[in-house]
């Protein structure tokens, strides 16, 4: 659990209703259920994104980066001192 992981590392984790008490107390169960929804959610997020970038390669579009017209005119302004 992450609370016995924090203070297995010295870090003090303290809730306005007291020290966490393990899974097996109700509060303990929330937070543990809420740990791994947020693991869930971030897991999710991932996947789709990745799902998203492939879908865009097999459509040959870009997923970051300049493409060739930005990068010739990032070169242009630069070659004319007009960079950052």
């Given at each position: 659990m992450l609370a016995e992981k924090l203070k297995a590392s010295d870090v003090d984790l303290e809730?306005?209703?007291?020290?966490?008490?393990?899974?097996h107390d109700p509060a303990g169960v929330v937070f543990t259920v809420l740990a791994?929804?947020?693991?869930?959610?971030?897991?999710?997020?991932?996947?789709?994104?990745?799902?998203?970038?492939?879908?865009?390669?097999?459509?040959?579009?870009?997923?970051?980066g300049a493409d060739p017209d930005m990068l010739s005119m990032a070169l242009h302004l630069r070659d004319q001192e007009m960079s950052c």
């Open positions: 809730f306005l209703a007291g020290e966490p008490r393990g899974s791994v929804m947020s693991g869930m959610k971030r897991e999710y997020i991932r996947d789709r994104t990745l799902e998203g970038h492939e879908s865009a390669r097999k459509r040959d579009k870009t997923t970051g």
